[in-house]
């Protein structure tokens, strides 16, 4: 049977991602190194994981309101009035969803029509065009520099602007790059958001993974908090990416659009994780867990990003979420081969940075989130590689 044709378009034109494969082939190899995948080596803190099994306990198993629970609800609302001064009701303006990732496909299906645009600065997490293109919506990327700290600036959005235009989709800190925006660039891009009349979607899942620097939300810009949806959620800062947990917030008729969505898709994100959030956003303990967290991932950043610069990989200093993107065009390899030949010759996994989109080639994303000690021996591994590479190169050149 020619199962193609039942095949929906929105579907025939969303690739397949580009971190898979190499997860796939790392899987059945031994001996691997893995820089690739974007997730925690920590355990959720102990605080957490009591709650969560509490709730187990005490038979709290049933379905949560569309929602979500209304005391996690309101320590989110707290939590982003204490931290940023921006407020919601946690009644009308929080949604608790399953991840950002659910959280950001309603955003898109909820508000973009069928051939609306959506501006995304590159490179950029994986998943934000397709999620722009299974709404039916059309993304479009407009790149980010080194020479910038991959900082978008207001005039290349404003660039991008047509009368098709609907919304632009940041994420900052940056997967892959580990850039923060500055508040200057930020107000470059409320700015443009509202002279065009623009929904903003930030999302904002790696906020407390930030290193010398001021995370800026971006809803608590001036006039920003009336057009902006903000993404958040657990995974990332409090080492929670199996419990599946996510929110967002805005003004009551946005929220009340996707929660719409939201009832028909999904019904609650998971009960027992919404438990185990409330304790995430409200004990002291937790919250000491996630500092110490952070702090490793600041030990770590600082040892890779010397290690890839003394390789010979110019490593601009990411300032948040725990991503290095070194520059491999000194190899004179593309980022498809250095990624495949360091996988197969050094059992080292990065991902080849074109995954994030066009303006990530001639770059690696090099997560720093393992062990200290298997950062160290990468390095090593790949010195050994860059240096073959070279002295390849050198041969060629010679003949």
Same mark, same amino acid.
């Given at each position: 049977m020619e199962y193609e044709r039942f095949l929906a378009n929105r579907i025939r034109k969303v690739p397949p991602s580009g971190i898979r494969r190499f997860f796939d082939i790392l899987n059945d190899m031994p001996d691997v190194i893995s820089l690739g995948i974007g997730e925690p080596d920590f355990v959720t803190p102990r605080p957490i994981i009591e709650a969560g099994i509490a709730a187990l306990q005490a038979g709290k198993t049933a379905y949560t309101g569309n929602s979500g629970l209304p005391e996690l609800r309101r320590a989110i609302a707290e939590m982003l009035a204490t931290r940023y001064g921006v407020h919601y009701d946690p009644d009308t303006e929080v949604l608790v969803t399953v991840g950002v990732s659910e959280a950001l496909f309603l955003a898109a299906a909820s508000f973009v029509e069928s051939g609306e645009e959506v501006i995304i600065p590159e490179p950029c997490f994986v998943s934000y065009g397709p999620n722009v293109a299974m709404a039916e919506g059309v993304p479009v990327y407009v790149p980010t520099y080194v020479e910038h700290d991959f900082q978008v600036t207001g005039e290349t959005i404003e660039q991008a602007v047509t009368p098709r235009t609907k919304a632009i989709l940041i994420g900052y800190p940056n997967n892959p790059t580990g850039a923060v925006m500055t508040r200057e660039r930020l107000l470059e891009i409320a700015d443009v958001a509202q002279r065009h009349d623009l929904l903003v979607f930030s999302d904002e899942i790696y906020d407390r993974l930030v290193y010398g620097v001021e995370h800026i939300c971006f809803a608590a810009l001036p006039g920003m908090r009336e057009r902006t949806i903000h993404l958040g959620g657990f995974s990332k800062d409090y080492a929670m990416t199996g419990w599946r947990l996510g929110y967002a917030c805005g003004p009551a008729p946005l929220i009340a659009a996707m929660r719409k969505m939201h009832q028909y898709l999904i019904m609650s994100a998971p009960t027992i994780?919404?438990?185990?959030?409330?304790?995430?956003?409200?004990?002291?303990?937790?919250?000491?867990?996630?500092?110490?967290?952070?702090?490793?991932?600041?030990?770590?950043?600082?040892?890779?990003?010397?290690?890839? %610069?003394?390789?010979?990989?110019?490593?601009?200093?990411?300032?948040?979420?725990?991503?290095?993107?070194?520059?491999?065009?000194?190899?004179g390899l593309d980022s498809e081969t250095f990624s495949m030949r360091l996988l197969q010759e050094e059992h080292v996994a990065v991902i080849p940075g074109n995954a994030f989109g066009a303006s990530g080639e001639g770059f690696v994303r090099c997560a720093y989130?393992?062990?200290?000690?298997?950062?160290?021996?990468?390095? %090593?591994?790949?010195?050994?590689?860059?240096?073959?590479?070279?002295?390849?190169?050198?041969?060629?050149?010679?003949?």
């Open positions: 994780a919404q438990y185990a959030a409330i304790t995430a956003l409200t004990s002291p303990d937790a919250e000491a867990e996630v500092e110490r967290m952070r702090q490793s991932y600041d030990r770590r950043r600082r040892l890779i990003v010397d290690g890839l %610069n003394a390789i010979g990989l110019p490593t601009f200093e990411p300032r948040g979420a725990f991503y290095a993107f070194p520059d491999i065009r000194p190899t989130a393992t062990a200290y000690e298997q950062i160290e021996e990468a390095l %090593n591994r790949m010195d050994r590689f860059v240096a073959r590479v070279k002295r390849e190169q050198r041969v060629r050149v010679a003949k």
